[in-house]
């Protein structure tokens, strides 16, 4: 108690400008607004929960955006760039088993979203500095104290989520913070190679001090999400006040040694889960250069075609997630979306046709795949061991995108693009052949993992009578 | 996905059109000269007149049924004649006399005259140099404010007999202008390296060109020159044999395939559309560290050829000796770099690669490890999906036999 009292003095002073600002828009909402149990003030905590994730999303591509400019002023190759992603993903690798715990048993959600915050936006003015510093160990440092902040971050938006609209309008609140993602994302790709030339401009010369200051005036997008996670705080430990509800927790509990307990379909769909992400980021990391150069695109052209992934991404993610909600049969779902990202990177590999259907392509998949592979978990884990999947989950996949941003970075110095995507074409045919062995394991064991919706309802049915 | 291992060659804007791809195979199989998979390599200085060293590189490349001869010289501007004759057993004859003299022609023969196919010739006419800075277009020609450019015919080369290895096929012309008020090449030097080769491979050294043994590879390299300004990009001007009026063309090929040199999805060539057809193949890339990787390549921007009657160019004596008196000479310009990115400020190095050749140039294939590793990555999955699918319908026949007794 005494720990949220202290909480609240700090936040006091940011909450009523938050709620005074989204005032005069709605002037006659606004006891709705300040009404925690009214859909109007959810809303407005949605808003907030929404661009809490939108700095840490922003920031995460700013090498992809500035690839040519990284590489050329800082003097680094492909490999030591892809440093910078690789930097960002080890942290995570034992985090998302302590992210969890640290939010429920040591900081509580709301502190933890502020900790975290703070880590993301002091890891970027770290990033920055390095550049205005010209140090690139500095930038790399920066990258590793943001990544600290960036995954819990997310799991911390997720536990708000959980706990302001459980039972209520959750899936819609995940698919749309999903997509604030996205959309954080896309402005980063479209927006930092324009702010680095103005201040090229501005500034007379490029160089590492220009780059530098661009990655700090990025830095502004952290401040922003800090400052909704103060408000969020504040607005979080109202309702517990008017509504006396608990404070948020993830309920994870991680238990290490659950890991022996996991069955084979949970190992395919982690094997399918990391060969297929480590075949869009790291790519996606890279491929502003690869439109350049294989397709003869402009600099701002091949940046708004990097970014299509995300951008198809933030409305398609609340439909198929609907989609696969109403029809189930999961595995088929994860089959195509496999499927049709193997025939995009085999698009952008062996054909000079336009990359923007292999993009659109990859990004439909993309968001398909999210949308069916994850809720797999939970058909083929125990609930009370469903937060140690889900860890191992993601710490697995920081791995793989931390081995293979190195590894992308070598083979793109070393041999081209074309090896590149026959190395990604690998990685998600491996994808593939554990989607199909699912598939066949899942057949065979009588599995639950593609019913259709039918099906899992009757079956709900007869467990309750 | 089959098809994609043949016909990925030539899409974009400037593929070859089909009538000349049609040419160039018809070409190809009459004469037999062409596409041999090895041949005899010899390099042979010839020796000057009267003691007098002189630079005349002979390579002749014997085949079967054909011989190819490169002779590349440093008498007046760097160049090479390259003549392909339908005998094991033609020669090169050389009157010094006469092509030392103010009117060489007839200085340099290839004997029997009747089994010449081919021939033609390249001469590197000039080093340019232009200021970089405030450089808005990099295609554009020329790329920014000319300095005085060096002529090569006034250079002063070093003897080839020095740089001569027969153990890789290879020699080095290496240069420094003989008149040098500023100092520039104190220094440094501008080096010709020629190679030939006995069968068909490729270099270690980006940008890594497919050779066959029907070619021969060039390598331009600038290293320790003072650049007249801070931001100065080289250039080179290479002329040719014009055929009839026109100028030869250059095409641009895009291709998928940039596992030989990372990033560059491109490959230019100078056609002589003759039969059989002679090239000269790049890649549009310059490197500025004597170990080119992709941190150091610079763009390399060539210009299309025009006539030179507007201006005389340095005449080469063993072109002259060889053709007779020409003045149909077709000249272009290599531009290297541009105004960001690296440049040949970095090291004061900069080197380029080409290959000359006779035939039809030699075309990349996808390499075996990305065949093999796509053949693994396609087949695997489905296979599995084959095999797996197999046992589970045999499976389920016995389970619903079993259930039948029931």
């Not at chain 1, 005032?23 to 009404?35: H, I, N, V, Y």
């Not at chain 1, 929960?49 to 700013?62: I, K, P, T, V």
Request: proline letters at 7%; a neutral charge.
């Amino acid at each position: 108690m005494e720990e949220e009292e202290e909480e609240a003095r700090p936040l006091l002073a940011g909450g009523p400008d938050e709620a005074g600002r989204e005032a005069p828009a709605a002037p006659r909402a606004l006891p709705a607004l300040c009404d925690p149990s009214r859909l109007a003030h959810r809303l407005l905590v949605l808003l907030l929960m929404c661009f809490l994730g939108f700095g840490s999303y922003f920031c995460y591509d700013n090498p992809a955006a500035l690839q040519t400019q990284v590489k050329r002023d800082m003097q680094v190759n492909t490999t030591k760039f892809m440093l910078l992603y690789a930097w960002y993903s080890w942290p995570n690798v034992v985090l998302c088993f302590f992210g969890g715990f640290l939010i429920d048993r040591v900081f509580g959600i709301r502190w933890g979203t502020i900790i975290f915050s703070c880590f993301v936006c002091i890891g970027q003015v770290i990033f920055a500095l390095g550049g205005i510093f010209n140090a690139f160990w500095l930038m790399e440092f920066g990258r590793f104290v943001f990544g600290i902040g960036g995954e819990s971050l997310a799991v911390a938006q997720n536990t708000y989520a959980v706990s302001w609209f459980k039972g209520k309008e959750l899936n819609l609140v995940f698919g749309l913070q999903l997509s604030m993602a996205r959309i954080g994302s896309t402005v980063n790709m479209n927006l930092m190679g324009w702010l680095y030339s103005k201040i090229e401009a501005s500034l007379g010369s490029a160089g590492p001090t220009t780059l530098g200051v661009t990655l700090m005036i990025g830095g502004i997008t952290c401040i922003l999400s800090l400052i909704c996670a103060l408000a969020l705080a504040y607005l979080d430990q109202r309702a517990e006040r008017i509504l006396h509800k608990e404070q948020g927790k993830t309920g994870e509990v991680i238990k290490l040694t659950d890991v022996k307990d996991f069955s084979l379909p949970l190992w395919l769909i982690f094997i399918i889960c990391v060969c297929y992400y480590v075949a869009v980021f790291p790519f996606i990391g890279l491929g502003k250069v690869f439109f350049t150069e294989k397709f003869g695109f402009s600099s701002q052209a091949a940046s708004a075609i990097n970014s299509i992934v995300y951008v198809i991404s933030a409305p398609m993610s609340p439909i198929f997630g609907l989609l696969v909600d109403k029809t189930g049969k999961n595995i088929i779902w994860v089959l195509c979306a496999v499927v049709t990202t193997l025939v995009s990177h085999m698009m952008l590999a062996f054909t000079m046709w336009n990359p923007w259907i292999a993009m659109c392509l990859l990004g439909l998949s993309y968001s398909l795949l999210a949308c069916a592979l994850w809720p797999m978990v939970a058909f083929v884990v125990p609930e009370h061991q469903l937060g140690t999947a889900y860890g191992f989950m993601q710490s697995i996949q920081n791995l793989g995108l931390a081995i293979i941003s190195i590894i992308a970075g070598m083979i793109l110095d070393t041999r081209g693009y074309l090896f590149l995507e026959v190395f990604f074409i690998a990685c998600v045919s491996l994808s593939l052949l554990s989607v199909v062995l699912l598939y066949l394991v899942n057949r065979a064991r009588g599995g639950n993992l593609n019913y259709s919706a039918r099906q899992r309802e009757e079956i709900k049915l007869s467990h309750t009578e | 996905m089959c098809g994609c291992g043949q016909g990925y060659w030539g899409w974009g804007h400037r593929a070859p059109s089909p009538m000349l791809l049609l040419s160039l195979l018809l070409s190809a199989a009459p004469f037999g000269l062409l596409g041999e998979e090895t041949r005899q390599v010899s390099l042979e200085v010839i020796p000057g007149w009267l003691g007098n060293p002189q630079n005349l590189l002979h390579i002749r490349a014997v085949g079967t049924n054909s011989t190819l001869h490169y002779v590349w010289s440093s008498l007046g501007p760097p160049a090479v004649v390259l003549v392909a004759t339908n005998t094991p057993h033609s020669t090169l004859s050389v009157n010094w006399s006469r092509l030392l003299s103010p009117e060489p022609d007839g200085g340099l023969m290839v004997l029997p005259k009747d089994s010449i196919q081919f021939s033609s010739a390249l001469v590197f006419t000039r080093l340019l140099e232009f200021d970089g800075t405030n450089m808005s277009n990099t295609a554009a020609d020329p790329p920014g404010k000319p300095y005085p450019p060096y002529s090569l015919a006034e250079f002063s080369w070093n003897n080839i007999t020095d740089s001569l290895d027969p153990a890789t096929l290879s020699a080095t012309f290496q240069g420094r202008p003989i008149h040098d008020p500023t100092r520039a090449f104190a220094n440094g030097s501008l080096a010709f390296r020629v190679q030939a080769f006995s069968r068909s491979g490729r270099p270690a050294q980006p940008p890594r060109l497919l050779h066959t043994a029907d070619t021969c590879q060039l390598e331009v390299a600038l290293v320790g020159a003072s650049p007249q300004g801070n931001c100065s990009l080289f250039g080179l001007e290479v002329a040719t044999l014009g055929q009839g009026p026109d100028c030869p063309s250059i095409q641009e090929q895009h291709s998928i395939d940039d596992e030989y040199a990372p990033a560059i999805f491109q490959l230019d060539q100078l056609l002589w559309s003759s039969l059989p057809p002679g090239f000269m193949q790049w890649r549009p890339v310059a490197y500025s560290q004597k170990q080119g990787g992709r941190e150091s390549a610079l763009p390399c921007h060539a210009s299309p050829l025009h006539p030179t009657l507007t201006y005389p160019i340095p005449q080469s004596p063993i072109v002259r000796a060889f053709f007779g008196p020409q003045n149909n000479f077709c000249a272009f310009n290599l531009t290297f770099g541009a105004s960001t990115g690296p440049g040949y400020w970095d090291q004061h190095y900069l080197s380029w690669s080409m290959l000359v050749g006779v035939g039809p140039p030699p075309m990349d294939a996808l390499s075996p490890l990305v065949l093999g590793i796509m053949a693994v990555a396609l087949g695997a999955p489905g296979l599995i999906l084959l095999g797996g699918g197999l046992v589970l319908l045999l499976r389920h026949k016995q389970y619903s036999e079993y259930q039948s007794i029931n």
